[in-house]
């Protein structure tokens, strides 16, 4: 049993990167919800995924439980929880930097409400030459969260995370 | 969600399965076109709109196996029932038939899913009350996607017409279904659970019927109307798509991957 504060608990566990970006950690997309130790002893972890079917969440899983056991914790517990509902609104300024540097367009304005239909974007910026010239090429991309723009300007393709 | 916190009602159980089937099934249905979609966009784009669904049946499956109190994973519902069993209504288990027929299917049933889910999000209970609400940007997006392809391919050229045409003449006779009420959910929708299924008829038809109009295509009138998935009465093919879906975890009881 290792005595420690829920804040380096949350240290700990809160720079496990997601596997599908692994620029940003669990922190930066707002995935990660609470650290906290529980009256027997134990360190439940609450997480959420990004899209129902998000094949990310398993090995996250596994690397927030793998941290804390090498920390010498040994009663650890994930649970997956779904509301409140994750929305890109939770992706940190830092998330967003570090999205753009990586080559994808961070999600741009608020999250639509759930009684309008998909909003459309206005503008996406290139990540690369910085141009607001850009246009969709196909609303789904290389994940459930994101889709495929080009770049009119520099001509070049690149993915932007879709607001949700 | 632990189990220990999830009361027992097998009513809701019943009924999780079924939202849940309805996804699975879908799920599977769509993914058979990884790899033979038109254009490797669309590949991309009913990978991810399946695992979407997929998504929603293990968060669906893994509820009724609690609600029900007879303790099954969403693997035990998945791979080891048998089709009597399954509760999804006909439309999801047809084949995909071509393009057209595909997108006919995904956006009726996306259109229906958006309206079940808009008003699922209020339910008393609070676990299908998240799981609708993930769900509904989910299926938003789904709707949108396949609208868009509806109104492109209905108001396209002279053969994408005809063929839009005949993808929704195809399914047709099993969209009643959808909206088809029974004792279980007029019993949970007056406890403030689940959607009268009822309900749903109007403004799904409503937002169906303004993208037909732009779409040029016309709502077909079939002669009948098919139903009885929701009692595990289900179509020839259901068979097939279940050995398809169960085979591996049969032949190999037990393993994990």
């Known amino acids: 049993m290792v005595t420690t504060t829920i804040q380096s608990l949350r240290d700990l ?45 398993d090995a996250i899983r596994d690397d927030i439980t793998q941290r804390l056991i090498d920390a010498g914790h040994e009663r650890i517990r ?80 690149f993915d932007h995370f879709k607001a949700l | 969600m632990s189990s220990s916190e999830i009361a027992v009602d097998t009513r809701v159980g019943e009924y999780a399965l079924r939202l849940g089937d309805d996804a699975l099934v879908l799920a599977q249905r769509t993914g058979e076109w990884i790899a033979s979609a038109p254009e490797l966009e669309e590949d991309l784009a009913l990978g991810n709109l399946a695992l979407d669904l997929l998504g929603q049946a293990r968060s669906l499956l893994t ?22 069993e399954f509760r999804n209504c006909q439309l999801v288990e047809l084949p995909s038939g071509d393009f057209g027929a595909t997108m006919a299917r995904l956006f009726v049933f996306a259109s229906y899913q958006y309206e079940l889910y808009s008003r699922l999000v209020d339910s008393a209970d ?44 195809t399914i047709w006779p099993y969209v009643r279904e959808l909206f088809e009420s029974d004792d279980l959910v007029t019993e949970l929708a007056a406890a403030g659970i689940a959607v009268d299924p009822a309900d749903l008829d109007g403004p799904t038809m409503t937002h169906v019927r303004a993208v037909f109009l732009e779409a040029t295509l016309d709502e077909p009138e079939p ?35």
């Not at chain 2, 940007?137 to 994408?160: F, M, N, P």
């Not at chain 2, 179509?235 to 879906?245: I, K, R, S, V």
Request: proline share 6%.
């Open chain 1, 13 to 57: 566990v809160a720079d496990v990167p997601d596997p599908e970006i692994p620029v940003l950690t669990i922190e930066d997309l707002g995935i990660l919800r609470d650290v906290r130790s529980t009256a027997d002893g134990a360190i439940e972890v609450d997480i959420t995924p990004t899209y129902s079917g998000c094949p990310a969440m």
């Open chain 1, 78 to 157: 994930v649970r997956l929880i779904l509301a409140p509902a994750w929305t890109t609104d939770w992706i940190s300024d830092d998330g967003r930097r570090k999205l753009t540097e990586f080559g994808i367009a961070p999600p741009s304005g608020a999250a639509p409400h759930r009684s309008g239909p998909v909003t459309l974007t206005l503008s996406v910026r290139c990540p690369r030459c910085g141009s607001p010239d850009t246009r969709e090429l196909s609303r789904f991309g290389s994940t459930a969260c994101k889709a495929l723009w080009r770049c009119n300007q520099c001509r070049e393709p």
């Open chain 2, 63 to 84: 509820y009724a196996g609690q609600a029900d109190g007879s303790g099954r994973s969403e693997d035990d519902l998945a791979y080891f029932r048998d089709e009597r």
């Open chain 2, 126 to 169: 609070q676990t299908l009350a998240a799981i609708a609400a993930k769900a509904l940007k989910e299926v938003a997006y789904h709707r949108d996607h396949t609208g868009a392809w509806v109104i492109r391919l209905g108001d396209g050229t002279e053969e994408s017409h005809r063929r839009m045409q005949a993808g929704l003449d």
């Open chain 2, 223 to 257: 002669a009948s109307h098919h139903s009885g998935g929701r009692r595990g009465i289900h179509t020839e093919q259901m068979g097939y798509l279940l050995a398809e879906l169960q085979h591996l975890a049969r032949s190999h009881p037990g393993a994990q991957w």
